[in-house]
């Protein structure tokens, strides 16, 4: 499977991005799919997941209620929709799919195919 992440840019503090994943290769619609960011100087945290059926969500608390993540199992595509963004979302964004696990989680040593990661700055 090969993942290509797009969407990040720089927006101001406030403000909305929507990140895209497309997926080729094996079926898309038997992963879970999620998003993990990195900041800089800092660890690859998990950000959200969703399930093969797209009725399962899971968020960090750091973006519950600010993001939104979905797909689109005919385009092949997973999305993280950002709202109200902060300063410190400021990170490489990456997009990750697990085909074994059948269940959202938040364990990145279970995701078995990454994106190339998109950055996204969020000025104060």
């Known amino acids: 499977v090969q993942l290509q992440a797009s969407g990040g840019g720089l927006v101001q503090a406030g403000g909305s991005l929507r990140l895209s994943c497309a997926a080729s290769g094996r079926t898309f619609s038997n992963y879970v799919m999620a998003w993990f960011r990195q900041a800089p100087g800092k660890e690859r945290e998990f950000v959200s997941a969703i399930g093969w059926r797209g009725d399962s969500t899971s968020y960090a608390d750091s973006v519950k209620g600010r993001f939104a993540i979905y797909r689109d199992n005919a385009k092949n595509t997973v999305y993280l929709q950002m709202n109200s963004l902060k300063p410190e979302d400021t990170a490489v964004y990456y997009c990750?799919?697990?085909?074994?696990?059948?269940?959202?989680?938040?364990?990145?040593?279970?995701?078995?195919?990454w994106g190339q990661g998109t950055l996204v700055t969020v000025s104060s």
């Open positions: 990750a799919a697990d085909y074994v696990s059948g269940r959202i989680h938040s364990d990145q040593r279970q995701y078995d195919y």
